[in-house]
Every structure is written in structure tokens, then in C-alpha cells.
Nanobody, 126 residues
Framework: QVQLVESGGGSVQSGGSLRLSCAAS????????LGWFRQAPGKEREGVAT???????RFTDSVKGRFTISRDDAKNTLSLQMNVLKPDDTATYYC????????????????????WGQGTQVTVSS
């Protein structure tokens, strides 16, 4: 069983920055992807960024150049550095892990991803 716990959400003005963290515990396999998703009210959950075990990263177009994803396997942590935040970034952010082929960026679907955190709220005001 895998447990994921997010932290670091909050409220910030447009143009500001936040850093989200995800602490992982349990049997995380070394070929798993780690990723961030977000869901805004009334919208579907969307993939934001993923990082695989080789350190290869993928981002949704709307956050490219603004967000950075990183992982520290020694500490079992995943981070999302979010810069130049916009009101459209307002959402609940979730970290997740599973085999890479279950993630949207690899042809999968968020409904296929097995392990999820509880979510952390990010609110960006204009």
C-alpha cells in the first residue's frame, strides 16, 4: 500500500509562487511515475506534471516554463515549484503515483491512476 500526503498549498496573488510537497510512504516501486494533477470547481481533473524514475519530466502546456517538478527518492518526496501563478491555476492539487503508462502524458487516463493524496488547495487571486 502507498500513502501520499501533500502540503504547501495556500493563497497567493497573481504572479506569486508556491511550492507543493508530497511525502510518500509504502511500497513505491522504482519504475513508477510520480505526478501532480489538479481539479478546479466544475472542471475535470487534469494532469499538471509528471516525472519518471529517469528524471524525465512532462508538463501540460499551460504550465510549461512556470512550473518545475522534482523528486527526491532518498527522502521519498515529490515537489512542484509553481512560479508566475495565474488565477487559472486555482484548483485542488493532488500528487499521485503509479506505472507511467497510466498517466495522461503517457497515453493513460487519470481514472487509471491508483494512488492519490488527499489534495491541497491553491488559490490565486488577481
Amino acid at each position: 500500500q502507498v500513502q501520499l500526503v501533500e502540503s504547501g498549498g495556500g493563497s497567493v496573488q497573481s504572479g506569486g509562487s508556491l511550492r507543493l510537497s508530497c511525502a510518500a510512504s509504502g511500497h513505491i516501486r522504482n519504475y513508477y511515475c510520480l505526478g501532480w494533477f489538479r481539479q478546479a470547481p466544475g472542471k475535470e481533473r487534469e494532469g499538471v506534471a509528471t516525472i519518471d524514475n529517469d528524471g524525465t519530466t512532462r508538463f501540460t502546456d499551460s504550465v510549461k516554463g512556470r512550473f518545475t517538478i522534482s523528486r527526491d527518492d532518498a527522502k521519498n518526496t515529490l515537489s512542484l515549484q509553481m512560479n508566475v501563478l495565474k488565477p487559472d491555476d486555482t484548483a485542488t492539487y493532488y500528487c499521485a503515483t503509479d506505472s507511467c503508462n497510466r498517466f495522461p502524458f503517457y497515453g493513460g487516463n487519470s481514472n487509471w491512476v491508483t494512488y492519490w493524496g488527499q489534495g491541497t488547495q491553491v488559490t490565486v487571486s488577481s
